[in-house]
């Protein structure tokens, strides 16, 4: 399988990466969060988005990312490609990504993007994070469960926006079309550094799905939510040697909640 050479960049980051915080053990996230998920007439057709690589339950520290393999709109089923939409930021001194996007019809809309592999030294593997996140125009609740084709993603069970702090979310694990029995799903919150967590093991939430590929989770703060569905698919060669190691391929899903006030 060919990657672009600009794969060598992730490579070397993620040494430095580790070499200035490998005593920190925290699930890394793609983040693909819009200024809003749903669009009418008072927030207006254009929506900005953040593409950062980071940790978001405790505020970073960021990553390098470098420009995804795709990044994308989907619309009655039709895919637009908004690569040239990025622009080019930096997070915590590293690299990452703005974007804006203009919504004209009503409808769903499902945001996507395909990073570069990227090579975790400590875990001996690459991770690949096919993320996506759904955004309503103009209160039409149509395609809100749409899938773009990732090999992981999470098929929507609870619709992705309008939801209330507290309710639960409920999502299906799906590897090539099909269900994943028992998958292993990793859920961080969004902090913007307001939370305190009581100890390490509160920065990531860890749930299993059933023997249909079934979770369900309720999200106890207003804001923003990642659901991270991994397995293990496939190898590639390692950044310094022919030796093959795994690749970690992660459905990635991006909800919010709002409070009931």
Same mark, same amino acid.
Do not use: C
């Given at each position: 399988?060919?990657?672009?050479?600009?794969?060598?960049?992730?490579?070397? =980051?993620? +040494?430095?990466?580790?070499?200035?915080?490998? %005593?920190?053990?925290?699930?890394?996230?793609?983040?693909?969060?819009?200024? $809003?998920?749903?669009?009418?007439?008072?927030?207006?057709?254009?929506?900005?988005?953040?593409?950062?690589?980071?940790?978001?339950?405790?505020?970073?520290?960021? =990553?390098?990312?470098?420009?995804?393999?795709?990044?994308?709109?989907?619309?009655?089923?039709?895919?637009?490609?908004?690569?040239?939409?990025?622009?080019?930021? @930096?997070?915590?001194?590293?690299?990452?990504?703005?974007?804006?996007?203009?919504?004209?019809?009503?409808?769903?809309?499902?945001?996507?993007?395909?990073?570069?592999?990227?090579?975790?030294?400590?875990?001996?593997?690459?991770?690949?994070?096919? $993320?996506? @996140?759904?955004?309503? %125009?103009?209160?039409?609740?149509?395609?809100?469960?749409? =899938?773009?084709?990732?090999?992981?993603?999470?098929?929507?069970?609870?619709?992705?926006?309008?939801?209330? $702090?507290?309710?639960?979310?409920?999502?299906?694990?799906?590897?090539?079309?099909?269900?994943?029995?028992?998958?292993?799903?990793?859920?961080?919150?969004?902090?913007?550094?307001?939370? $305190?967590?009581?100890?390490?093991?509160?920065?990531?939430?860890?749930?299993?799905?059933? %023997?249909?590929?079934?979770?369900?989770? %309720?999200?106890?703060?207003?804001?923003?939510?990642?659901?991270?569905? +991994?397995?293990?698919?496939?190898?590639?060669?390692?950044?310094?040697?022919?030796?093959?190691?795994?690749?970690?391929?992660?459905?990635?899903?991006?909800?919010?909640?709002?409070?009931?006030?």
């Amino acid at each position: 399988m060919f990657f672009p050479t600009h794969l060598l960049s992730t490579v070397s =980051m993620s +040494l430095m990466f580790a070499a200035s915080y490998g %005593a920190v053990a925290q699930a890394h996230f793609q983040k693909l969060i819009p200024s $809003t998920n749903v669009v009418d007439q008072d927030t207006g057709r254009h929506v900005t988005f953040d593409l950062t690589f980071t940790h978001p339950m405790t505020n970073g520290p960021a =990553m390098d990312m470098v420009e995804p393999l795709r990044f994308g709109m989907q619309f009655d089923g039709e895919k637009i490609d908004l690569l040239g939409a990025l622009s080019a930021k @930096t997070v915590d001194g590293w690299a990452a990504f703005d974007a804006e996007a203009t919504l004209k019809a009503p409808g769903g809309y499902a945001f996507y993007v395909e990073p570069v592999p990227y090579f975790e030294p400590a875990e001996g593997k690459y991770i690949i994070q096919y $993320t996506k @996140t759904i955004i309503d %125009a103009y209160d039409s609740g149509e395609n809100w469960d749409q =899938m773009v084709g990732f090999p992981v993603e999470i098929e929507p069970l609870t619709r992705p926006y309008g939801i209330w $702090t507290g309710n639960v979310f409920s999502g299906m694990v799906r590897h090539n079309g099909n269900p994943i029995p028992f998958a292993e799903i990793e859920v961080e919150y969004a902090n913007d550094g307001s939370i $305190t967590l009581p100890n390490a093991t509160f920065a990531t939430q860890v749930i299993k799905a059933d %023997a249909n590929g079934i979770f369900h989770y %309720a999200m106890p703060k207003d804001g923003w939510w990642v659901f991270a569905a +991994l397995i293990e698919d496939g190898t590639m060669a390692a950044p310094t040697s022919d030796k093959q190691v795994p690749i970690e391929r992660g459905g990635v899903l991006w909800v919010k909640t709002d409070p009931m006030n």
